[in-house]
């Protein structure tokens, strides 16, 4: 189990979108918000970048699940999906303070829990249509704690992810408490006020 932490870990904190926009040419730490995320890589390098991080933060949530499940099975899967979230948002390569972790958590959440993906979507494209990129974040956050409750209190299947118990909500406490904070930051502050900041 803590192998699978360990692991997780060290994948999430890998400076992807950092080594992606410096290789195109681009600082994501000094230009634009200065998030190291799929966000910031739009707003500062381009579609294609954005694009191209977003899908390798998806991938290391993922890869981090999957390892941690043949290291210590669903225990594992879940230590190490949400150690690779803290990777991405206590990146110890940056000061630990990295992206905002939705890329890894979709990742992870793929594998994990595949409905969340779909309960989370909407929810979170509405928040951003009526109110801003932030509220849409905070209130997909929001569906995904709930819909992690419900599935677990009616052992609804989870379709190849983790059973559907107290360690799934675990699972989901775990991925609200380590990505919502920035989110809450930055509706407080409203730093940014465009719909690019969803995945930073």
């Known amino acids: 189990m803590i192998w699978a932490i360990l692991i997780g ?6 400076p992807s979108a950092d080594a992606v926009a410096r290789w195109h ?3 994501l730490r000094s230009s634009g918000s200065g998030n ?3 966000a910031n890589a739009l707003r500062v390098a381009g579609r294609v970048v954005a694009v191209t991080v977003l899908g390798i933060d998806i991938a290391k949530g993922a890869i981090a699940v999957a390892i941690g499940s043949g290291l210590a099975d669903t225990g594992g899967a879940i230590g190490a999906g949400v ?3 803290a990777g991405q948002v206590l990146n110890p390569w940056f000061g630990f303070d990295g992206g905002k972790g939705l890329g890894v958590t979709a990742g992870v959440t793929s594998i994990a829990w595949p409905p969340g993906v779909l309960i989370v979507l ?3 494209a509405l928040g951003a249509k009526l109110f801003r990129a932030a509220a849409g974040a905070i209130l997909g956050l929001i569906s995904y704690q709930i819909g992690a409750i ?5 052992d609804w299947n989870t379709w190849w992810g983790v059973p559907p118990d107290d360690r799934l909500v675990w699972m989901a406490i775990g991925v609200v408490a380590l990505t919502a904070p920035k989110f809450i930051d930055d509706l407080s502050r409203r730093k940014y006020p465009d719909s690019q900041d969803v995945t930073g």
């Open 25 to 27: 040419g681009h600082d």
């Open 9 to 14: 870990y060290a994948i999430g904190s890998i």
């Open 36 to 38: 190291p995320g799929t």
């Open 150 to 154: 419900l599935w677990a209190a009616n």
């Open 122 to 124: 909407p929810f979170a």
């Open 83 to 85: 150690a690779a979230i």
